[in-house]
Nanobody
């Protein structure tokens, strides 16, 4: 069993930056591929970024490439999402996810989410 708790969301102006954190419980954190998804009002949840459990390989949605960076610290059981050059369209609830599949096609555990609001 893995529990995920996100933090770091808030209100930021367009062009600004935020860093999201996701703290995980459990001793098997390093075995999971970790990712971030987001859901904007009235839209479906979408993939944002992922990082593999062992090699730290990363992947990103085209909409955030070059602006967002995902990283993880297996010693601290934490995954991060550094978000720069934020746009109003980045406004969403951001969810942390853990998966046994590198592509995050099937998520085993979800966090409850943290709200990011980008104002113009």
């Amino acid at each position: 069993q893995v529990q995920l708790v996100e933090s770091g969301g808030g209100l930021v102006q367009a062009g600004g930056s935020l860093r999201l954190s996701c703290a995980a419980t459990g001793r098997t954190f390093s075995r999971y591929h970790m990712g971030w998804f987001r859901q904007a009002p009235g839209k479906e949840r979408e993939f944002v970024a992922a990082i593999s459990g062992s090699r730290g390989s990363t992947s990103y949605a085209d909409s955030v490439k070059g602006r967002f960076t995902i990283s993880r610290d297996n010693e601290k059981n934490t995954v991060y999402l550094e978000m720069n050059s934020l746009k109003t369209e980045d406004t969403a609830v951001y969810y942390c996810a853990a998966s046994t599949i590198p592509t995050m096609a099937l998520v085993n555990y979800w966090g409850k989410g943290t709200l990011v609001t980008v104002s113009s």
